[in-house]
């Protein structure tokens, strides 16, 4: 294994959660067309594109067929209810103990970078203070495919002037440690896709990043 020197986070889940936003706005969007929507479809979107969100929800949808010029509006007429949301956000919402490891990490020399799927990324990293932080931001604005697909991390990888192999990719998501894996990239996980195993590494917590005996 070569010698990790950059570390990507996918943004929601990892750094701040926006989970419970995504949730609210899709679930006005379904009612407002009478589609069933709940939590177990809402853990489905996490880590996909805005659009192929939109996919998802509607497999439960059963009127008439939807141009793609009506799903397009639909999609912003979701986004338009989150962003709204999202205003409400601020450094309160990131946690002291992600900003520390950060902060540890920074200071041991590691080339920081995000790697996430939402186009609302530089609009949450403002929100919570870290809009200036990173060395590279890879966002759904700059990306053709979503993951599991690892173009976002190849490009934050690009950015940082780095191989997959020299970056550790930090994810919450199944499909997001596959993209990482999809890559070549090392990847150590929270949340959900820890408990599912799907890391090279499973962490508890985002502060055991620090505790990596490769990120010493």
Not at 13 to 24: A, Q, W
Not at 129 to 140: H, I, S, Y
Request: proline share 4%; charged share 25%; glycine share 8%.
């Amino acid at each position: 294994m070569k010698d990790i020197t950059a570390i990507i986070f996918d943004l929601d889940g990892v750094i701040c959660s926006t989970d419970e936003y995504h949730y609210r706005a899709w679930k006005q969007l379904a009612d407002q067309w009478n589609i069933p929507f709940g939590r177990t479809v809402n853990n489905r979107l996490r880590g996909v594109s805005r659009m192929e969100s939109l996919e998802i929800v509607l497999e439960k949808y059963h009127g008439p067929a939807l141009s793609r010029k009506q799903k397009e509006e639909l999609a912003d007429y979701k986004n338009t209810i989150y962003r709204e949301s999202l205003k409400a956000m601020s450094p309160a919402d990131l946690s002291g103990e992600v900003k520390s490891t950060l902060d540890i990490l920074r200071k041991r020399g590691y080339a920081l970078g995000i790697g996430s799927s939402s186009k609302n990324t530089p609009f949450i990293l403002k929100q919570i203070g870290l809009a200036d932080f990173f060395d590279a931001v890879v966002d759904g604005n700059q990306i053709t495919h979503s993951k599991p697909d690892p173009e976002v991390f190849l490009k934050a990888a690009e950015k940082l002037h780095r191989d997959p192999a020299q970056c550790l990719v930090v994810e919450d998501a199944v499909s997001g440690a596959a993209a990482g894996h999809a890559g070549g990239f090392r990847v150590a996980c929270v949340g959900d896709a820890a408990q599912a195993g799907a890391g090279d590494e499973n962490l508890k917590c985002f502060s055991e990043l620090k505790e990596l005996p490769y990120l010493q």
